[in-house]
């Protein structure tokens, strides 16, 4: 697929690709190994599914590299809007990135009390699967703070759509209501955290903002008037 063609679309299949590894990695993984509030039950997961566990680190690893290339493909995409916004676009995406790739930390090191070293010899099982729960929630609560992140960049993101007349303007509004979501999902995590499972399932709806815009480029695909009227002057030539 030539970017030069659809920019659009490949914006948005290179999208939906880093979200793959993304959903395995934050979704599909923790469902299968975590059991929330026993953690002799989740180290035991770990130990038997090692392969998984560290499958869906790398996964993890690999969409957030990836997502710097989705930024700079939506830059191309919406500079023509207004440069300065989409360059605090990708601001705002890379700024989250290293918090992501430092909070896999959180889960080497579960993954390391589950092994149990021989330098843990000193620490009895129970204490090992509790410290692993302990680093798998810090692993959680570091996913609550780059949330925050996830709701800023779309903010710019939300406008340049919004003022681009070449895509629809109800996906602007959806974004920025997406980023809105996130911020306060963020925030209630870190201030009244008894309440994140509520707000994250009433938030739902939101969230698909960012799936509808992706789905959009995807299908529909999309093209500033700039690009087309280059496109039209070489297919002329």
Known sequence: ?????????????????????????????????????????????????????????????????????????????????????ASLMVTLVVVQIPIAFLNELNSIAALALVRGADFLSIFEKPQRDALAMLFLNLHFHGFVVDEIFWGLWLFPLALLVYRSRFLPRFLGVWLAIDGFAYVILSLTGVVLPQYYDKVFTNSQPAAFGEVAFMLWLVIKGARAPAQDAAASLSAAG
């Open 1 to 85: 697929m030539s970017s030069t063609k659809n920019p659009g679309r490949f914006a948005g299949s290179l999208y939906l690709v880093m979200s793959i590894p993304g959903f395995f990695a934050i979704m599909y993984v923790p469902s299968k190994l975590i059991v929330h509030g026993n953690a002799a039950a989740t180290a035991s997961n770990i130990a038997a599914n090692e392969t998984l566990f560290r499958l869906g680190i790398a996964a993890q690893l690999i969409s957030q590299a990836g997502f710097i290339f989705v930024a700079l493909a939506l830059f191309e995409l919406l500079k023509g809007v207004n440069r300065r916004h």
